[in-house]
């Protein structure tokens, strides 16, 4: 039995609102207020989740088939975030009411638990952070994480986790545990040291020097962990003096790879950052009309420069997964799918996974 919060205290902190249904949900949702500069003008909608493991769809190309996300929406507000469609799906906008308007999984530990438990449950790797950050602010009252951690270390469950708050290290231990079970692993997405850049694109997120910290701080614990600089933005954080101060400092923090993507505008994502250029660099917002005319992407020639932005450094590059010493070699298709070594290895009924979530931005 997980006890992640005492109900009390978060009736104490929090002023409760109405009951609002939710798409998806049977039982309608309670709202709560926060009292905390984080979360003004936010609504946290608790609700009783049906299931925790959200499968990937095999067109996804991920390399991973299994993921937890405690949250829906995410105030740390990223221009680019490429979730933000997600929200539609609830009947909010992807700009303003993503950020402001966030879904809790209360029950996510108990449910994760028992899913896990399954005697069908194979072991696959499980990824954090694929949708929205799971340790964004609200993460530090309603302490969802631990009770994760632990349903995945019972289970002997391979995992990965993706933020960009150094409020996971709150978990070490219990990820500490988890890594003595199954491969575990970190990334920390940091795309820029510049205070100007940062505090335009992510303008809620935790300084990018205390994720390197964190960086540091996992991996002299034994917890494999890398940075994601992504993405990279052309006219924001791709001056090659800011990339190579990053890289200088992932080095330093012992980072075990780097990884990097261009920006990428699909669907409602396109509007928010465009709308967001017009106000704050209008000076850019032609170059990105000409970069984006063509779809989502950048042109090749476009992403290629910027990423020997990074190849140029000589810095070590992330990897789509790290083999366990045990596992035999990946074929194309499986590595396609996430699957290194088949099955699994030879006698212990325990599949390879992956242990290095790749850049989701």
Not at 101 to 115: C, G, T, W
Not at 119 to 147: C, F, I
Not at 192 to 211: N, V
């Amino acid at each position: 039995m997980f006890v992640r919060w005492d109900s009390l205290k978060i009736d104490a902190e929090a002023a409760v609102g109405e009951t609002q249904p939710l798409p998806g949900y049977r039982d309608a949702a309670v709202v709560r207020r926060f009292d905390a500069p984080d979360a003004l003008d936010t609504r946290f909608y608790e609700v009783r989740a049906k299931s925790a493991l959200n499968r990937v769809p095999a067109a996804s190309r991920m390399p991973f088939r299994w993921t937890v996300n405690p949250y829906r929406g995410c105030t740390h507000a990223c221009t680019y975030c490429f979730a933000r469609p997600t929200h539609t799906y609830l009947g909010w906008d992807a700009g303003r009411d993503f950020e402001r308007e966030i879904v809790v999984k209360v029950n996510a530990p108990e449910v994760l638990a028992a899913e896990l438990q399954k005697p069908s449950w194979a072991r696959e790797h499980v990824a954090l952070g694929t949708n929205t950050d799971p340790y964004q602010w609200v993460e530090s009252k309603y302490r969802l994480m631990p009770g994760i951690w632990a349903a995945l270390r019972d289970a002997r469950t391979p995992a990965s986790v993706l933020t960009k708050s150094p409020l996971l290290l709150r978990d070490l231990e219990v990820m500490r545990e988890l890594a003595s079970v199954a491969p575990f692993s970190a990334n920390l997405s940091i795309p820029t040291l510049d205070r100007a850049a940062w505090r335009a694109t992510e303008p809620h997120t935790p300084s990018p020097r205390a994720r390197l910290e964190a960086v540091a701080e996992l991996n002299r614990n034994g917890i494999p962990t890398g940075i994601l600089i992504a993405p990279l933005m052309p006219g924001i954080n791709d001056d090659p003096r800011q990339v190579d101060a990053l890289l200088t400092a992932a080095a330093e923090a012992g980072a075990t790879g780097i990884g990097g993507t261009a920006l990428h505008l699909r669907g409602d994502v396109r509007g928010v950052f465009m709308d967001w250029l017009r106000s704050q660099r209008p000076d850019l917002v032609a170059l990105y009309e000409e970069l984006y005319a063509g779809g989502a992407y950048a042109p090749p020639a476009e992403r290629k420069r910027l990423s020997e932005l990074l190849r140029r450094s000589g810095a070590p590059r992330a990897a789509p997964f790290t083999r366990d010493p045990s596992c035999g070699p990946a074929s194309r298709s499986e590595a396609q799918r996430g699957v290194v070594g088949g099955a699994g290895a030879a006698g212990t009924g325990r599949p390879c996974t992956p242990a290095v979530q790749k850049a989701l931005f």
